[in-house]
């Protein structure tokens, strides 16, 4: 079975600073990897993925991730946060096995910029 | 382009009755759709996976005959919440996957708040 895990309920950082929200997964074969952030009362805003290719990927707003296969980690990243920055973060895990294979969301974690 | 709507954005029903929900993929066509639900400050769980023009898959633990879920065409999937009751207050999110831009990527509706009174 799939599995995603996101160690950390609350990230806190000063604006400024670069951020980074932690992600874990689980999963038989190779993984597609997402990151998805939620603002209070919408819906997923999908931010990046990783299929294959390039360990370091980039994605919306300026947030990157590095899928690291030996940790089986897929970490989000950004470089200088920002106060807008502050939502809930959602690491998600796809595996290749089946043509219509779900997505597993991760617990999320809130992200907050202090100016 | 892939652009989900889901209708209405919130909803309040009384206890006992039934409130259906669209979800709409408004420029691809959609083979599959996900409908999950989201308890405040959780995360999202999936309830069932519907497919175009076939019975919905539903994940342990779901009531299917509590939440009815028709996918009649490639563009819209309703979840019918029937029997309502104060527990079933969620954020219901769907989303659609668009089967010419591969089978992994899925795009999700803005979502709807159901209130159970």
């Known amino acids: 079975a799939q599995s995603v895990a996101q160690p950390e309920d609350q990230v806190n950082v000063a604006e400024g600073n670069p951020l980074t929200v932690k992600c874990t997964y689980s999963?038989?074969?190779?993984?597609?990897l997402f990151w998805y952030v939620q603002y209070p009362n919408r819906g997923l805003q999908f931010l990046l993925k990783?299929?294959?290719?390039?360990?370091l990927v980039k994605g919306s707003y300026g947030f990157e991730a590095e899928f690291n296969k030996s940790q089986t980690s897929f970490h989000l990243k950004k470089p200088s946060a920002l106060v807008s920055d502050s939502a809930l973060y959602f690491c998600a895990v796809s595996g290749l096995y089946s043509s219509a294979s779900k997505i597993i969301f991760g617990s999320g974690t809130r992200l907050s910029i202090r100016p | 382009g892939a652009v989900v709507s889901q209708h209405p954005s919130w909803v309040i029903c009384k206890s006992g009755t039934s409130v259906k929900i669209e979800c709409r993929s408004l420029d691809f066509q959609a083979t599959t759709m996900f409908w999950y639900r989201q308890f405040p400050k959780q995360s999202l769980m999936l309830m069932a996976t519907s497919n175009e023009g076939s019975k919905a898959t539903y994940e342990q633990g779901v009531e299917k005959d509590k939440f009815l879920i028709n996918h009649a065409s490639l563009t819209l999937s309703t979840l019918t919440v029937t029997s309502a009751h104060p527990e079933d207050s969620s954020f219901y999110i769907c989303?659609?996957?668009?089967?010419?831009?591969?089978?992994?990527?899925?795009?999700f509706g803005p979502g709807t708040r159901l209130t159970v009174t």
């Open positions: 999963v038989s074969g190779n993984p597609y």
């Open positions: 990783y299929i294959t290719g390039d360990n």
């Open positions: 989303s659609a996957r668009d089967r010419d831009r591969g089978l992994y990527e899925q795009y």
